[in-house]
Each structure stands twice: as C-alpha cells, then as structure tokens.
C-alpha cells in the first residue's frame, strides 16, 4: 500500500445522495444536505461523480447540488466508463492533491474504475451494513454516510499521531451551522493541527470517538426537561437527551479524553440563583478611583403570593421597578420568558415559571456590552438593549398610566422599541458611542479573569450594563459557550482554536502532575 497523508480529498459516489420519493422525483434528504453542508466547510476537496446520464439530468441534479452547497466547494465529475483512468484524472488534477490523500465514497464501484484508484493510490470507502472500518489493501466500509466525518478523523489520527488534535463536537444543528460558516470547524486539519469532526449523538459512540483527543460539548442545547429539588436547587436534576447522557457516561468512562467543559463546570450557569450567588464575590474586583463592579441586587422567590414577599425584597435592596426571571437560565423556551414589574400588584398575575429570581432594574440608557471569554482572550461587542425603565413605563401599550408590569420573551424581542423608527430597526440610539466611552476596559478585565478562575471554563460569555448617574459596572448575566459572532472572525476564530489546544494541554499537565 502506499504511503498515506492526512484525508485532503473526498470524493461522493452522487447514488448516496439523492433519493426518490414516492412521485418519482429525486431529491436530496434533510440529512444529506446537513452532509454536504459539513463537507462544503471543511477544508477539504470535494467532488461528486456521476455514472453515465443524461445531460439533461446531470444539470438538474448538478442544481440541486447547487443549492445546497456553495458552487465553489463542488467539483462536478461525470465517469466515463470507457476512460476511467482519464475520469480520474481529471479529478486528481481539479484537486491538486496527492491521490494518496483522497479517499472514494461509493456502495457499489465500476470495476475499471475501482482498479485505477487502488492503482494510483485512493482508498475506497464503500457505504453497507456489513461495515468494517479496518483498512484492507486501502479498501474500508462504514455503515452510513454519517459516519464518515468520524472515519476521516481515525485516518488522519493514524497517519499523525500525536501530532494533530482531533476534537468532536457536540452541539444543536443551527449553532454548528453558524460555526461551520466561519469556517470554525474545519476536517483537515488546521496550521496549529487541530482537526474537527462532528458527534451523532444518535449513533453508537464507541467507534466515533476512537480517535478522539477532545470533546467540545454544548450540553445545554439537548435539556429536554428539569426537576428542582426541595430546595429548588437544578444541580444534578436537569433531564438531557438520551445521546447527550449517554455521551455524559462514556467520557466518565473514558478520562483520557479531554473536555471543554466540563458538565459539573456548566451546571451552575443554567441557575440564576447560582449565577448570582457567585456574583455577589465581585467586591473582591473592585479597584479604588474606578467604578464600581457589581451584580444586580436580587432576591430568588418559590411564589408570588408570599405575604412576606414585599418585606423580603426590602430587605434584599431590590426596590421597584424590578426585572424577573425563571431561575433557570437556559434549555427551554420558558428560561427567557421575563417580565418587568414597576408596581408591587405587578406581582400578582405574573405567568412565569417558578421558582424566580427579581433582581433590581438597572437605568442603562439602553446599552448593553456583551463580552466573550475565550480561552485567554476576551472581546466583546454593543448591542442595544431594553429602555430605561420610565421611558418604558412611558411607551407601554395602550396605557397612559405606569402599567403594574410588562412580559416578554427576550429571545423574541424586547419589551417595547426606542419610540423611534431608527430604534426600531434595529439601530444603536444617539448616546451609544459616547456611553461606550463610560466604559472601564480594565476593570471589565479584570472582572473577565476573576470570573474565569471562578468557573474554571474555557469558552463563556457575560453581559454589562453601565447604570445612569452611578456608572456602576454591573454584570447581569453570564452563560456558558456563547457563540461571539459578532467579532470578526480574523479575530475569533484563532482566539477558539487556541483556547481548545490551551485546554487540552492544561488539562493533560493536570493528569500528569496527579500520577506524579
């Protein structure tokens, strides 16, 4: 056999991709299209080859490609069954790489054809229920398309050892999608040789995760329900998905493999009242002749109704009007249904799932900074936010009179716009850039790195807002892998994949002082 390189090449027999429906037309599956997706990002050279067909039906088929992937990331290649060698060819020369590095994707392969690739060097991977992933005479099976992703990761694992990083990823399809698209998730591997491959969390994991040296996980995206305790506590009563747990069991069965993050490092940013408690410790940040860094005075409630209710938010310092909030912090459509109270009957008919955390409502000229912490960089980004609170009471709907409270889905829209068109489409209000000149980089620095250390996370992501007359810094929210789109991805993106090899690393040192 010839001596193989990293997988640089992949070529797609065009019979795994479409499938006839019952009308008879053919077309490419949900499931497919995610494939081809994965592949057109991956840094990798990707052709599909068509049998012998009709002109007419190779350019329909050739649309539907077309649609689904960028135009540039295909390379189209019909076979000429009488000139297989030329066919090859001239897909070899379209992707200008060593044949030893590509690899064939079929079920079933002319015979010619079959025996020019193995002549000149290519693996076959054919696609069948009998799949053995071992290579014989650079021929190997899998058992379905998904698959692939994880086999190219074992070959690149066996041809560079050590010397490249395979890491899988655990994620929602929209969030992997945005990724993919900056190009954040790459097959081939990287400069600083970082290869990525994506976990179906719906096929077994033995084989997928054979190779692997890191798994990046997004536990939070498969909540499929939570169990509060006695003391409302979530930790350790938060339900995943059957993939997610079984996932969960197997990297506690296999500690070789490094994890960013975590679970038991996640867990406490899906409660608010967690995420509060570990605020409160920002007074340690604070710097003399600065502003002042803080978290929302809050208090956490079971019900509504409590008589005590309005003698306990006195004591707690959380006067009106307030924000409220589900306690849980993320992983079902309710975590971000919110309200704001400006009079304490605004209390009484609050549909909101309980229990709850009320925190004070920050005066912000409605301006928000979104930080990014990722590995040891940190960005951030200006977003426009919710009004403060009279401007909001002001433009409430319908109502001349400061309304008891006002619910909203913050993950929909904010509770009412500026009371201006510009506002409305989306635009920053006038003040924003000279607010952004209010704000104290070094001591949002230094609030980055206490809370780091705090949470011991690699990638996460808090939001500030600057309050009106005091200019206190305060943070109001913190949660777990935020996707930092907003920064450039010149930027970001070395940031990510520094910040997975720096974890990797860290996390082997920490193994290897232990043994010692």
Partial sequence: MEKRGAVQGVLLDASLLFSEPPCGREQITPE?????????????????LFSTIRAEFLAEKESLLRAVAPWHALHIQQLDCSHTGHTLTEVTSAFN???????????????DFRIELLCQGWLICFVSDSANSNI??????????????????????????????????????????????????PFHPTDSWLSFFPINLELPLQQQLASVDLVLQKPT???????????GKFMGHIRFSEGMEQLSRYLQEHPHIYVVDPLERILPLLDRDAIQAILQGLSEVTVPGHPRVRSPHFLKVS??????????LDSAKVALPTIVKPQLACGIFDAHTMAVVFRNEGYNDLDLPLPCVIQEYINHSSIQYKFYVVGGEIFYSVRKSTPNAVMLANQAKYSRELPPAITFHSLKSLPLHFGSDNAASGDFPPCAIDREKELDLGLIHNSAMWLREKLNLTIFGFDVVVQDVTHDHVIVDVNYFSSFKEIQDDKAIPAFWKALQTAASMQHEARYATRS
């Fill in 32 to 48: 497919v299209e995610r494939f081809l997706y994965r592949f057109c990002f991956s840094n990798l050279r990707i052709g599909v």
């Fill in 221 to 231: 995206d498969e909540i499929i329900g939570i169990i509060p305790d006695d003391s």
């Fill in 97 to 111: 790489v060593p044949a030893e590095s590509c690899i064939f994707i079929t079920d079933q392969c002319n015979e």
């Fill in 136 to 185: 014989r005479g650079n021929e190997l099976s899998i058992k379905e398309l998904d698959d692939l992703p994880s086999q190219i990761a074992k070959l690149n694992k066996e041809v560079l050892h050590d010397k490249v990083l395979i890491i899988g990823y655990a994620m929602k399809w929209s969030r992997e999608k945005d990724f993919l698209r900056r190009h954040a998730f």
């Fill in 303 to 312: 019900k509504f109704d409590d008589p005590g209710l309005l003698d306990a």
